[in-house]
């Protein structure tokens, strides 16, 4: 086999065989020097760093995962595979040779996205890789939906109290979030907040022994559609933290006399599953009943509401608060001094479109004069915009066509037009 072309299904199987027998000589090595399709394979689950080793590679586990039937007749010919006929298992006898076969039939590439292999390339010094760059670009195990289930899985199966308040959040797993920093555009404010954060994050040790701890409560204002709920899901992503996103009305709505214990309840999940953002939407809710509402469940909901947020704190607990509203005239003081940090999302000035419709029609086959269209569509949100390219697609391909062109822009933004003429009618 030596001698012979290696097929990309030999090479898959020399990859599995390799990962699984590094894995298992270094107990060093961990979840997050899996890629994800490893983790899958080798059913990696739970909330423990460590890894259940040996890692045992049989034909029918190769077979379920990458489909490929009957892989030691594949590699048989390889010298440095071994096979035990009970089981049908698979395994590397001798790891450098294997190894340097497997770059010199062109897995170089593959060992540059396989921090297991990476590590072990770099530290016998067979090639060129550096295992740190390797494992920083690998998708961390944290972010996954696996791992937060399992985490939550946890918590409640030692505290069923919390039951209610995982009912009442949706939660994100930063690798289901699509929401990329690089895509969104920022004011220069929005922009600080953002280094804040991450100078914070890396420093969170630094501070608490410092005792600073008035630092990660955040107020985003601004009309709807302006990106509010964007930053915090790209931040989720960006900072690797989950996101917990709560709407007051929602919470408020069932069960008044639970009230009280569910927001409790809430605050307490989040700690738990720290570090995490809780994103309060809708925050405006507290001022209409702080101001209007004469039901003393409600009162006792708001204030202990606002005795949660100030105990919470991003550097003692690692929970990142962020509170958004539509209507910040409607919170009254008490409301607004539970925050260190008040950012605002305006309308986007005409830069800002330009920006913002460059970004989104990046991935699109467009006509579009950018200036002339940031000049017309002043007073259009964020928001506004994606949907104006999104009804212009739709419009090309309702011609058969998927190059955007200027007429179908002009049926985007009278779509635009015409939504905001309905909001505004008074029937």
């Not at 920083?136 to 696996?146: I, L, S």
């Not at 008035?214 to 790209?234: I, N």
């Not at 507290?286 to 509402?293: A, H, I, M, Y």
């Not at 949907?387 to 985007?412: C, N, Y």
Request: charged share 30%; hydrophobic share 40%; with cysteine.
């Amino acid at each position: 086999m030596s001698g012979a072309e290696s097929t990309p299904e030999i090479l898959d199987i020399m990859e599995i065989l390799l990962t699984a027998e590094v894995i298992n000589q270094y107990p060093v090595l961990e979840k997050n020097d899996l890629s994800p399709r490893f983790r899958k394979l080798f059913s990696v689950n739970g909330t423990d760093e460590d890894l259940n080793r040996p890692f045992l590679v049989s034909e029918s586990l190769i077979s379920r995962n990458f489909g490929i039937e009957g892989a030691y007749e594949l590699v048989k010919h390889n010298p440095f595979v071994g096979f035990e006929e009970f089981g049908k298992r698979l395994n590397i006898t001798s790891l450098e040779p294997a190894v340097r076969w497997f770059l010199k039939q062109g897995g170089a590439q593959r060992i540059s996205k396989n921090p297991a292999l990476a590590y072990y390339v770099q530290s016998a010094g067979l090639a060129e890789v550096s295992y740190r760059d390797v494992r920083a670009a690998n998708p961390r195990y944290e972010d996954t939906r696996g791992y937060i289930e399992a985490k939550l899985s946890a918590i409640l199966a030692r505290d069923e109290e919390m039951r209610p308040a995982r009912d009442l959040i949706i939660i994100s797993a930063p690798e289901e979030i699509e929401f990329f920093r690089e895509n969104l555009v920022y004011t220069p404010r929005q922009e600080e907040i953002l280094q804040k954060i991450d100078v914070a994050l890396k420093n969170r040790d630094f501070l608490k022994d410092k005792r600073i701890y008035e630092f990660g409560k955040l107020l985003f204002v601004g009309p709807p559609g302006t990106g509010k709920t964007s930053l915090a899901l790209s931040m989720s992503r960006e900072l690797h933290m989950p996101l917990l996103e709560v709407r007051l009305a929602m919470v408020t709505s069932q069960y008044l006399g639970e009230t009280s214990k569910n927001i409790d309840r809430i605050f307490d999940l989040a700690r738990r599953l720290a570090p995490c953002i809780l994103f309060i939407d809708e925050f405006d809710f507290v001022g209409k009943s702080r101001v209007t509402d004469d039901n003393a469940a409600m009162k006792r909901a708001v204030n202990m509401l606002l005795k949660n947020i100030d105990a919470i704190s991003f550097i003692r607990n690692g929970v990142l608060l962020i509170g958004a509203t539509n209507h910040p005239r409607i919170l009254d003081e008490a409301a607004w001094r539970r925050f260190d940090e008040v950012v605002e999302f305006p309308l986007p000035d005409e830069a800002m479109r330009r920006e913002i419709m460059e970004k989104i029609t990046a991935p699109l086959d467009c006509t579009c004069d950018f200036d002339a269209l940031a000049a017309r569509t002043e007073g259009f949100s964020g928001a506004d915009l994606r949907i104006m390219f999104k009804e212009a697609l739709l419009s090309a391909l309702i011609r058969g066509h998927t190059r955007v062109e200027e007429a179908d822009i002009e049926k985007g933004m009278e779509a635009v037009r015409d939504r905001d003429t309905i909001r505004h009618t008074v029937w």
